[in-house]
């Protein structure tokens, strides 16, 4: 089970870190991602990190703003969020997958998601 939180209303400019807290014995060994949908878009990918945290891929649209991170001791994912745009207005969700593939950026290939957090990014 994932439970995303921290997610809010910032203004352009500013960060914001969410978490996604995974329950379960072997919840440190699953390939985490981060995926957003915004108004009217299909669910795309943003961030993904190998249950070791060394293996890390971004989105384009994101890479040098945005950090995955993960801290298995506390079965916790994060997703340092700087320098945020209006464009990165969307609910953020976590979801978690048993293998890396070159699929990663497909949500289809998810497992499990989290309930999205909701990021608002004023201008």
């Known amino acids: 089970q994932l439970q995303a939180s921290g997610g809010g209303l910032v203004q352009a400019g500013d960060s914001l870190r969410l978490s996604c807290a995974a329950s379960?014995?072997?919840?440190?060994?699953?390939?985490m991602g981060w995926f957003r949908e915004s108004l009217g878009k299909e669910r795309e990918f943003v961030a993904v990190?190998?249950?070791?945290?060394?293996?890390?891929y971004y989105a384009d649209s994101v890479k040098g703003r945005f950090t995955i991170s993960r801290d298995n001791a506390k079965n916790t994912v994060f997703l340092q969020m700087n320098g945020l745009k209006p464009e990165d207005t969307a609910v953020y969700y976590c979801?978690?997958?048993?293998?890396?593939?070159?699929?990663?950026?497909?949500?289809?290939?998810?497992?499990?998601w989290g309930q999205g957090t909701l990021v608002t990014v004023s201008s």
């Open positions: 379960g014995r072997t919840a440190n060994r699953y390939v």
């Open positions: 990190t190998t249950w070791s945290g060394a293996g890390t």
């Open positions: 979801a978690a997958r048993l293998n890396l593939y070159s699929d990663y950026d497909v949500s289809k290939r998810y497992d499990y």
